[in-house]
């Protein structure tokens, strides 16, 4: 279940700052991700708001999923970078599953793909609850 989209002063949904400097820009096509930090943070904020298209299109095609549909019984909650180092990125995203808190825990990895950041696979992961 996406929350509803934040207001431009609102907090971002990936906890970096004010929505309409952090994530939005991303989101709405404006600019590309600088690290794969950023574009981990609006990947994030794009599952947390149901920006799918997003996700999609910022996810390596030789990876990716054939779709991509939203699932009514996750609400992503919170995200936690505990590591950015070259081209990996370690989280913590907190969400519900039917109502259960969970949180993801995985380094992924990203590459340059024509001058932008993209998401290739997660290294590890594994999903606490």
């Known amino acids: 279940m996406a ?3 934040p207001g431009p002063e609102d907090p ?29 943070r609006s990947r994030f904020t794009g599952y947390a708001v149901g920006e799918l298209d997003h996700v999609f299109r910022t996810w390596h095609p030789r990876t990716r999923p054939l779709t991509l549909t939203p ?13 950015a180092v070259d081209d990996e990125v370690e989280f913590r995203a ?19 793909r024509r001058g932008q950041w993209v998401y ?3 290294v590890q992961g594994q999903v606490l609850s």
């Open 12 to 40: 971002c949904p990936c906890g970096a700052g004010a929505f309409g400097e952090c994530c939005r820009p991303l989101l709405q096509r404006q600019r590309t991700a600088a690290s794969p930090e950023e574009l981990m």
């Open 120 to 122: 290739v696979e997660a």
């Open 3 to 5: 929350i509803p989209m």
């Open 71 to 83: 699932d009514p019984e996750t609400r992503w909650l919170r995200l936690e970078v505990l590591d």
């Open 94 to 112: 907190h969400h519900e599953h039917l109502g259960a808190p969970r949180v993801l825990h995985e380094r992924s990895r990203f590459e340059q």
